[in-house]
Each structure stands twice: as structure tokens, then as C-alpha cells.
């Protein structure tokens, strides 16, 4: 079981950059698959980012490829995910989730925790 708690969301100017933390519980975090997602009102939610326990591996959506970094630290127990370059598009609420798998899915389906929720508004 792990319990995870975003923050680092809020309003930016186009072209700005936020970087946003998801803190975990749990002992075992390093062993986690973590990826990034986000849900703007009206649209499905969207896979952002992930990185993989076991390899470190990234996979980011083409949506964000260049501009959005993620990174781990696992003696912190915290995912993070540097957005550079934001566009009003961009406009959502993120949150993270975590699977014991150490592929990427983008699939929301395929994640077993979520945090619950950050909100990242970027005006033009």
C-alpha cells in the first residue's frame, strides 16, 4: 500500500515553469513505477510522464516531449516533474500514480495508487 500526495500546482504566465512533487508512503517506494497524468475539464484524463523503478527508464507524451523533465528520488520517497515552457494547453488538474510493474503504461487503468490531485492553471 502506498499513499501519495501531490503539490507545486498553481497559476504561471505561457512560458513559464512549475515543478511539481508527489511525496509517497511506504518503505518500499523505489520499487514503485511512477507516472504523471492530468485531466482538463471536459477531456478524458492523459498520460503525461513515467519513469520505471528498475531501469529508470522515461516515457513522456508527445504533448510534452522537450518541455516536461520527470525524475525520482527515492531517498526522499518523492517523484518529481519539472514543466518548463508551459502553454495554456497545459491547463490541469495532474496527479500521480504508482504501479509495482516497472513498465510504462499509459493507460490510467494500469496504475494501482493515485494521489489526489494538483491543480496547474496557465494563463496566456
Known amino acids: 500500500q502506498v499513499q501519495l500526495v501531490e503539490s507545486g500546482g498553481g497559476l504561471v504566465q505561457a512560458g513559464g515553469s512549475l515543478r511539481l512533487s508527489c511525496a509517497a508512503s511506504g518503505?518500499?517506494?523505489?520499487?514503485?513505477?511512477?507516472?504523471?497524468?492530468?485531466?482538463?475539464p471536459g477531456l478524458e484524463r492523459e498520460f503525461v510522464a513515467g519513469i520505471s523503478w528498475s531501469t529508470g527508464r522515461t516515457a513522456y507524451a508527445d504533448s510534452v516531449k522537450g518541455r516536461f523533465t520527470i525524475s525520482r528520488d527515492?531517498?526522499?520517497n518523492t517523484v518529481y516533474l519539472q514543466m518548463n515552457s508551459l502553454k495554456p494547453e497545459d491547463?490541469?488538474?495532474?496527479y500521480c500514480a504508482a504501479r509495482t510493474?516497472?513498465?510504462?503504461?499509459?493507460?490510467?487503468?494500469s496504475y494501482d495508487y493515485w494521489g489526489q490531485g494538483t491543480q496547474v492553471t496557465v494563463s496566456s
Open 27 to 40: 518503505r518500499t517506494f523505489s520499487r514503485y513505477t511512477m507516472g504523471w497524468f492530468r485531466q482538463a
Open 74 to 76: 527515492n531517498a526522499k
Open 91 to 94: 491547463t490541469a488538474v495532474y
Open 101 to 109: 510493474a516497472s513498465n510504462i503504461p499509459t493507460r490510467g487503468e
